[in-house]
């Protein structure tokens, strides 16, 4: 796998190359600005990109709009955007194209190496991962799981982390079918179609962003 | 000797210069009369007032600095500069209070000034008659003789020397003994029709503070954002480049490690990570990120997007404001829709936050059930203290039945 980072924090750009490195990911280029990840991405095509939210010239959200726009220009190219504070505006944003590929981290997560390289290759292959830290801000307001039971609840936030029916069913310490059967109400409480597919998951997490109110 | 010389002569001068100033300051009310009247000429007046206003102001300040010269203490100036525009003056000239105290003193200055500067120039006068009878009587015609000591007339060299120098005499020693005191008395009260109240030097102490507050609270907000920013590029980043470092290193070793090395990486790896959370909710609580990337406004759609019970942002038009009290509007705001989350069992909120007067107005109403209660639970108290801090007001209706709207008023710079 090939990905291009956008962090104009050398510290941290050397340190993710090195940790990528040992998990044989492959880091094409390291830009420290949008302008630059455009170019970058044009040039490289790489499988997946990775950006700080705080980038040159204002250091302000400048990742969050690159992000969105390479997703614009290369259609649903995955873009996994980390920072070091998390906002459910921002991950509503990322998400609000509808399409996998899009993961929203805090940098914390990085030093755990194995699940962080985990989580970029879900998001690589179009899946959708968001931080514990977003599911807690919305489990914290929330109306709209409510409507949920824990268990459902358990599973969504799981299912916003990007894990996978198996993967959940693990955690929780239950059967691939009684997640199957959670997730089945859960998509039925939120009101998505019951046709089958990748993107229904997506939609899940975001229905869950938008209606957490 | 030579001190009480001094003082003669400039306890004379003083008062002989406000002698004509006495008589000027008679024409100030009919002047004003004129300048107000002439408003009707298309106008003239509401130019031409102010500045006589102004002028006033100008003379009346110059006076007190003579004052107070001759007495030796020292004045805070007031102000006399005249702001730009028309529009501006005429505020200004309505919220000076100082102006009626210099009307006042101008009726006082045409009694006052004109008796003390008639008795100067009696003390002066006497002597120099005095002197001229005896030297100049015969310059005099015969039938209308100089008169010496009140109405003794002089006919001759005798009378001359003699009671002229008697009249010299009497009159120095009037103005040795007289003029000092009298400059000092006319003085004294001049400076204390023009000093202001206790009451009126409160109110300028208090506007003096108001002014260096929103002054600290400029340089305080610039602080916040720059420790923000610092701890986002330095701190926080060298954390995330250790924890990725030791959690690199801790890939290293099989998992199945159970060596102090291992022990010792996981405790550093872990120890990190919880500094991070902390620093991360140190940053939060002190100055939100959000605002520092989408201002004030996109902070709070974030937060309305976030809330749990439906809100709806009516911004008026807000300006730029110190950092501080954004921080503050966001975190009431924060606290409020969370109370209406928790205890309301609204459906919806509403936030309006407006600019009137150099203070922010936030006010977040709900249509719950009211009955918020200030000694349950810490939501109010905070915003209490968060407004406290920045010498904002707090206003809560809430009636049983509800609805309920809390009212946050920040002074702000303007």
Known sequence: ?213 | MRERWDQVWRGGRYLLIGLPTALAAMLVVPLLAVGALSTGLGGVGLVVFPRMVASLRLWAEWQRRRAAALLGVTITPRNATLAKGVRAQWRQLLDDRENRRDLRWVLQHIVIGLAAGLGALCCVSFPVGGLVAATSWWLFPVDEPMTVLLGVPVTEWGTALGLGAVQVALGGALAWWAMPSLARWEARVSLAALEPSAEDQLAERVGELTESRAGVLDAHGAELRRIERDLHDGTQARLVAIAMRLGVAREALPDDDSGTLARLLREAHEGTEVAMTELRDVIRTMYPPILADRGLEGALASLAAGSAVPAELDLGELGRLPAAVEAAAYFIVAETLTNAAKHSGATRATVRMSRHDGRLIVEVTDDGIGGADESRGTGLVGIRRRAAALDGTVLVSSPLGGPTAITVGLPCAS
Do not use: C, W
Request: proline share 3%.
């Open chain 1, 1 to 213: 796998m090939r990905v291009v980072i956008a962090e104009d924090n050398v510290l941290l750009s050397a340190g993710l190359e090195l940790l990528l490195g040992t998990k044989g990911i492959d880091v094409a280029a390291i830009v420290t600005d949008a302008e630059g990840l455009m170019e970058a991405v044009e040039r490289h095509r790489p499988d997946a990109v990775i950006a700080d939210v705080r980038l040159p010239p204002t250091f302000r959200d400048e990742g969050i709009r690159a992000a969105l726009a390479i997703r614009q220009a290369h259609r649903g190219l995955p873009v996994l955007v980390l920072s070091q504070y998390v906002e459910k505006v921002y991950a509503r944003e990322l998400l609000s194209d509808g399409s996998g590929g899009v993961g929203y981290l805090l940098k914390d997560r990085v030093s755990r190496v194995g699940e962080f390289v985990d989580d970029l290759r879900r998001v690589a292959d179009g899946g959708t991962v968001m931080d514990p830290e977003v599911i807690a801000q919305l489990m914290a307001g929330g109306n709209a799981v409510d409507a949920l039971t824990n268990r459902e609840r358990e599973v969504l936030a799981l299912m916003a982390q990007g894990l996978g029916n198996t993967e959940i069913g693990k955690r929780l310490f239950v059967t691939d079918n009684a997640v199957h059967k959670h997730v089945g109400n859960i998509f039925s409480k939120l009101g998505l179609p019951p046709s089958d597919g990748g993107h229904r998951r997506v939609l899940a997490v975001l229905t869950f962003l938008d209606s957490a109110r």
